[in-house]
């Protein structure tokens, strides 16, 4: 494992242990972080866990500003995304036949609180000031979702570290995975830190 | 009188890949393009097929790739192009169409990612134009994903959307 891998690795750790606290908080309920996977892997291929680029997905998006841009993209299938919204809203899973507006209401504010606790997480290590914007919730094809965070990545390297979280809801029949691909921009910042320590 | 061979096999591209065929029994696909664009070019003499799944829509601003050749829309091109005239194809018999180019972002983030399918459009009809050519039919902008497949057989191209059955083009 490479430096730069390493202390991605840790960040990332702490980051996702983090958030998941963080929507722990939210939803009432414990969440076990089963896996977590840190992989460096070509950027195409990231569409692969999420069952290939057709597959349907709901993806929860933000971008981050302060002392390095970036992206930051929770993807779900949809039968996730709406056992989340049935847990956020304190229904029983299953409740939810579609994606409603405030469906999608709750997946944002999801999406505000892990975007929070990571880059706080990430802000408290490294010292960097990392700021979430509002989050955007899509629902397209897993491929489609993805080049809104691969362009970026692509323009100057074909490969990526990606973190992959399989987490459970404890009790609940939830699990999902939570993608977590630096840019360079973000991966550069990291390392200027990294040599200062 | 038998009618075109029934596609046996697909060659689906990934991000800045591209690929040639003259193989009656293959079809080409891109899958899940948002922002990225389809270059998708047939020869109804010689047969010939080539498509490209461009991610970017300018080399200058980036690093080329040998892994990942097509990304960029400026070099991929004309890249494809140069390769199917190579094998017989030629340019003024070349069925063109793009694909994709999708602007998947629709909130306050729209400006924040530069809107990046409509660039990879304008580039892409640009190149083409550089090339002495021209767009035969496009499907691009809106706010939604596309899967484009083409025949070689027959030149004959579906494109569908999520919650869409795939349309003939």
Redesign the interface.
């Known amino acids: 494992m490479t430096r730069e891998l390493g202390a991605w690795a840790d960040l990332v750790q702490l980051g996702t242990s983090q958030a998941m606290a963080g929507l722990s908080e939210m939803i009432g309920a414990e969440i076990e972080v089963s896996d977590l996977e840190l992989r460096c892997i070509p950027v195409a291929a990231v569409s692969e866990a999420f069952g290939g680029r057709d597959r349907e997905a709901v993806g929860i998006y933000l971008t981050v500003s302060g002392a390095a841009d970036g992206h930051l993209m929770l993807m779900y299938e949809p039968r996730i995304a709406l056992a989340f919204v049935d847990l956020l809203y304190g229904e029983p899973l299953g409740t939810g036949g579609a994606l409603t507006e405030m469906g999608r209401s709750a997946l944002g504010e999801m999406g505000n609180v892990i975007g929070a606790y990571f880059l706080n997480a990430i802000a408290d290590a490294t010292g960097l000031a990392l700021l979430p914007s509002p989050p955007e919730v899509l629902t397209d094809m897993a491929g489609a979702l993805l080049d809104i965070v691969s362009a970026d990545i692509l323009l100057t390297q074909d490969e990526t570290y990606m973190g992959e979280a399989t987490f459970s809801v404890a009790g609940q029949d939830v699990s999902g995975v939570f993608l977590v691909m630096p840019t360079p921009g973000l991966l550069d910042a990291l390392s200027r830190v990294a040599e200062l320590t | 009188m038998s009618g075109p061979a029934a596609v046996v096999r697909t060659t689906a591209l ?4 591209w690929h040639i065929s003259a193989d009656p029994e293959e079809s080409l696909a891109c ?6 664009v389809a270059f998708v070019a047939w020869d109804p003499v010689t047969g010939l097929a080539g498509m490209a799944h461009m ?2 829509p300018d080399s200058t ?3 080329e ?1 040998a ?2 050749p097509a ?1 960029f829309v400026d070099t991929a091109i004309p890249l494809v192009v140069d390769r199917m005239t190579a094998r017989g194809a030629r340019r003024e018999r070349l069925r063109i169409h793009l694909v994709g180019g ?1 602007g ?6 729209r400006t ?2 530069m809107n ?2 409509e660039r990879n459009t304008i580039a892409a009809r640009a190149a083409v134009r550089a090339l002495g050519l021209r767009v035969y039919a496009e499907a691009t902008g809106g706010g ?4 484009v497949r083409l025949s070689v057989a027959d030149g004959s191209m579906t494109i569908s959307s ?1 919650g869409s059955s795939a349309v003939a083009a």
């Open positions: 990934s991000l800045g890949e899958i899940g393009l948002g922002s990225c991610v970017l601003q980036g690093r790739s892994t990942a990304k999708a998947m972002l629709q909130g306050v983030q924040n990612s990046i399918g939604h994903g596309r899967t999520p």
